[in-house]
T-cell receptor, first 116, second 109 residues
Framework: DVKVTQSSRYLVKRTGEKVFLECVQD?????MFWYRQDPGLGLRLIYF???????EKGDIPEGYSVSREKKERFSLILESASTNQTSMYLC???????????????FGSGTRLTVV | GQNIDQPTEMTATEGAIVQINCTYQ??????LFWYQQHAGEAPTFLSY??LDGLEEKGRFSSFLSRSKGYSYLLLKELQMKDSASYLC??????????WGAGTKLIIKP
C-alpha cells in the first residue's frame, strides 16, 4: 500500500515563526497536494505539484509556499505563522497515469498545527 | 462554475440504513469519490463511480447519476465504528478533485 508520511502529528508554533511541514510518499507518485481542513469548510487546496520542481497555487496559497526538490517529498512552508493558520494540514499524493479510481488520493495522517 | 453540496450532519441508529446525498455542478466530470474520515484522522478511500448506477461493496454502496449531478452513499447494518465524516468529491476536467465540506454521521445505540 502507498504510504504518505507527515513528519509531525501535532505542532505548536509562535506567531511570526517560519514553519516547515514535511510530507514524504513512498510509491513514486507524480502528484502531491497540500490541503488545510477546518470545521465547516472542508478541504481547501493550498498548493499542488505535478512533478519535481513544479508547483501550482491552489485556492488559498496566501501566506504559504512549497518546495518539491525530490519526487517523494513535498514541503509546505508557512513564511510567518499567524493565528489564522491554526488548522489541520493534510498532504496527499496520487498516481495520475493509472486512470479510473487510481487517480484518487492517498492522504497522510495530518498535522494539527496550533499557532499561539 | 463548479460546486458540490452535501448535508452537514446526519444521525442514524445502530443496525439501520442511512443514505448520504451529494449533489454537484461542473462542466467537466471525471468520476465521483467517497471518502471516510474518522475524527482526527486522514480521509480514506471508500468508493469511486464514473458510470451511472450502483456500485456495491459489502455494507457500503455508492450510486451515481451524471445527468442529475447526484450521488449517494448508502450504509447498511450501521455499526458504531461507522461514526465518521463522509466526504464526496468529483474529478473535474483537469482531474483535480473538488471536495464537499463533508457529512458528519452520528450513530446512536
Amino acid at each position: 500500500d502507498v504510504k504518505v508520511t507527515q513528519s509531525s502529528r501535532y505542532l505548536v508554533k509562535r506567531t511570526g515563526e517560519k514553519v516547515f511541514l514535511e510530507c514524504v510518499q513512498d510509491m513514486d507518485h507524480e502528484n502531491m497536494f497540500w490541503y488545510r481542513q477546518d470545521p465547516g469548510l472542508g478541504l481547501r487546496l493550498i498548493y499542488f505539484s505535478y512533478d519535481v520542481k513544479m508547483k501550482e497555487k491552489g485556492d488559498i496559497p496566501e501566506g504559504y509556499s512549497v518546495s518539491r526538490e525530490k519526487k517523494e517529498r513535498f514541503s509546505l512552508i508557512l513564511e510567518s505563522a499567524s493565528t489564522n493558520q491554526t488548522s489541520m494540514y493534510l498532504c496527499a499524493s496520487r498516481f495520475l497515469r493509472g486512470g479510473g479510481r487510481d487517480y484518487g488520493y492517498t492522504f497522510g495522517s495530518g498535522t494539527r498545527l496550533t499557532v499561539v | 462554475g463548479q460546486n458540490i453540496d452535501q448535508p452537514t450532519e446526519m444521525t442514524a441508529t445502530e443496525g439501520a440504513i442511512v443514505q448520504i446525498n451529494c449533489t454537484y455542478q461542473t462542466s467537466g466530470f471525471n468520476g465521483l469519490f467517497w471518502y471516510q474520515q474518522h475524527a482526527g484522522e486522514a480521509p480514506t478511500f471508500l468508493s469511486y463511480n464514473v458510470l451511472d448506477g450502483l456500485e456495491e461493496k459489502g455494507r457500503f454502496s455508492s450510486f451515481l447519476s451524471r445527468s442529475k449531478g447526484y450521488s449517494y452513499l448508502l450504509l447498511k447494518e450501521l455499526q458504531m465504528k461507522d461514526s465518521a465524516s463522509y466526504l464526496c468529491a468529483f474529478g473535474d476536467s483537469n482531474y483535480q478533485l473538488i471536495w464537499g465540506a463533508g457529512t458528519k454521521l452520528i450513530i446512536k445505540p
